[in-house]
């Protein structure tokens, strides 16, 4: 008979909880059209800089790369980070105030974003109750907290042909 301590046990669901939220995010992020895959983060950081593999544009956080960004508007490849996913609706929450990133997300024509898995909270509610705020969307399944709400009348329509997501497993 296996005995184990309450934090153990503590533990052990709240790993079981973040797998079943990321397996909701990658699920509803591929039902919304991205093409979303769980990753290990050193075989991320790995390939993405190896030398064929080319961003125009780039702006991590959690990782640091041996490339440089060129230019936001000519960007055909653009890798971001991404602050929060969304596990029930499959959305990333990008908060910035860096209007290159912003423009990025509507100019580029494959939209790489990249967010650690201990960043995928359940639902909206969750997100507000952290950040205290609403947060806007903007299309393609990427919402932000730096668009005012009063622009509710802008039509956003991005240029991103494809969104990649890819979940660093960092839990």
């Keep these: 008979m296996e005995v ?5 046990e503590k533990n052990l669901l709240l790993k079981e909880n973040k797998s079943k939220l990321l397996d909701s ?3 509803n992020s591929n039902n919304a059209g991205n093409e979303a895959l769980k990753v290990d983060t050193h075989l991320f ?19 640091v790369l041996d490339k440089i960004s060129f230019n936001v508007s000519n960007a055909q490849n653009a890798l971001i980070e991404a602050d929060f996913a969304i596990a029930d609706t499959g959305t ?9 990133v ?10 790489h974003v990249v967010i650690p898995a201990s960043k995928i909270l359940h639902s909206m509610d969750d997100f507000e109750m952290i950040k205290g705020t609403r947060a806007v969307d903007m299309g393609r399944g990427i919402a932000s907290v730096s668009v005012s709400s ?10 991103v042909l494809c969104t990649m997501v890819y979940v660093l497993e960092d839990i």
């Design 150 to 159: 009063s622009s509710k009348e802008l039509c956003f329509s991005p240029k």
């Design 4 to 8: 184990i301590t309450y934090t153990q």
């Design 92 to 100: 990333l929450i990008v908060d910035t105030i860096d209007s290159d």
């Design 45 to 63: 950081i790995e390939a993405a800089n190896k030398k064929n593999i080319q961003f125009e544009f780039i702006r991590m956080k959690s990782c």
């Design 102 to 111: 912003l423009l990025t997300v509507f100019l580029a024509e494959v939209l």
């Design 25 to 27: 995010f990658l699920s």
